[in-house]
């Protein structure tokens, strides 16, 4: 199993460029969520989606958009990329079984620049 | 809302110590769960450890433990027989179990294990 596969690694956008990440999972979990890293600080949450066809915005959801597009795959889209949005974007899924820990699995990340 | 505080910003040990990171946080809620997470150079998040509140026996993964003190809303990790691998970023997170699905992560700790 690949668990958690995120593309791309590396992403340099001028300001108002517009991308989308990718996020697969091979571990046939219900819940994926999308987070992201500044320098020198945790992981803060953009948006989740709990199941598939659901989604919902975490605490910094402006400036971004999702799509999950089946139980596999949830995409994070920049519609028109700012400065502010430079950082490390990480991929996690988990379980999300009823009574269960619902420990989150997290993709190697991808590193954004925007200029 | 929950918060998590991480005081100690940076450690440092010898190869073969004994080391503890700290960790406390903030939440109205009864039941939750706290987790540990190691984040390499690589920055890949990688699960070390994580425990459920109703639970009174602190978790252990072989060397690493944690000392989990709900009234003080303390939960720190201990590393036993540290090793030059251990070096990385620690991040102490908390999820409810109702509600949003998203974990909240403190500021990390940066740990280096010296030879």
């Known amino acids: 199993n690949a668990g958690v596969t995120q593309t791309p690694k590396f992403q340099v956008l001028k300001t108002g460029q517009s991308m989308t990440l990718q996020c697969a999972q091979d571990?046939?979990?219900?819940?994926m969520y999308w987070y992201r890293q500044d320098p020198g600080m945790g992981l803060r949450l953009i948006y989740y989606s709990a199941s598939e066809g659901t989604t919902d915005k975490g605490e910094v959801p402006n400036g971004y958009n999702v799509s999950r597009l089946n139980k596999r795959e949830f995409s994070l889209r920049l519609e028109s990329a700012a400065p502010s949005q430079t950082s490390v974007y990480f991929c996690?899924?988990?379980?999300?079984?009823?009574?269960?820990?619902?420990?989150?699995?997290f993709g190697p990340g991808t590193r954004l620049t925007v200029l | 809302a929950q918060t998590v505080t991480q005081s100690q910003p940076e450690m440092s040990v010898q190869e073969a110590e004994t080391v503890t990171l700290s960790c406390t946080y903030d939440?109205?809620?009864?039941?939750?769960?706290l987790f540990w997470y190691k984040q390499p150079p690589s920055r890949q998040m990688i699960l070390v450890i994580r425990?459920?509140?109703?639970?009174?026996q602190n978790a252990t993964e072989n060397r690493f433990s944690v000392n989990f003190q709900k009234a003080a809303k303390s939960f720190s990790l201990k590393i036993s027989d540290s090793q030059l691998g251990d070096t990385a970023m620690y991040f102490c997170a908390f999820r409810q179990i109702q509600g949003a699905q998203k974990l909240v992560f403190g500021q990390g700790t940066r740990l280096t294990i010296n030879p």
């Open positions: 996690a899924s988990s379980e999300a079984l009823r009574g269960g820990t619902d420990t989150q699995y």
């Open positions: 939440t109205s809620e009864n039941n939750y769960y």
């Open positions: 571990m046939n979990h219900n819940s």
């Open positions: 425990q459920e509140a109703y639970k009174q």
